[in-house]
Nanobody, 122 residues
Framework: VQPVESGGGLVQAGGSLRLSCAASAGTLSTYNVAWFRQAPGKEREFVAAITYNGGTTFYSDSLKGRYTISRDNAKNTVYLQMNSLKPEDTANYYC????????????????WGQGTQVTVSS
């Protein structure tokens, strides 16, 4: 499956954005999906993951409460709602599919999108 991210952009601190992950090839609806992010000069960081049926979600401890992952399998799309954004949330956000939903290791996820840039200004 080939994930494709959208919804990134420039937002002021305290604002919100909703990222979307769709599939340009294949379907996401039968796979676990995760969001990661990577800031310049830093390692790729786990953000959140959701099981194939949306029944269970997992979050980075540092982001839990501000970020919400969800999915609409009828639309073949996974979302990441980001609230109360901070300048340190600035990063390229990646969607990954076909992985172990409990793993925060990027190597546990097989299929990756190209990313969408989120920039939070102070």
């Amino acid at each position: 499956v080939q994930p494709v991210e959208s919804g990134g952009g420039l937002v002021q601190a305290g604002g919100s954005l909703r990222l979307s992950c769709a599939a340009s090839a294949g379907t996401l609806s039968t796979y676990n999906v995760a969001w990661f992010r990577q800031a310049p000069g830093k390692e790729r960081e786990f953000v959140a993951a959701i099981t194939y049926n949306g029944g269970t979600t997992f979050y980075s401890d540092s982001l839990k409460g501000r970020y919400t992952i969800s999915r609409d399998n009828a639309k073949n799309t996974v979302y990441l709602q980001m609230n109360s954004l901070k300048p340190e949330d600035t990063a390229n956000y990646y969607c990954a599919a076909r992985g172990r939903v409990t793993s925060n290791n990027p190597r546990s996820w097989d299929d990756w999108g190209q990313g969408t840039q989120v920039t939070v200004s102070s």
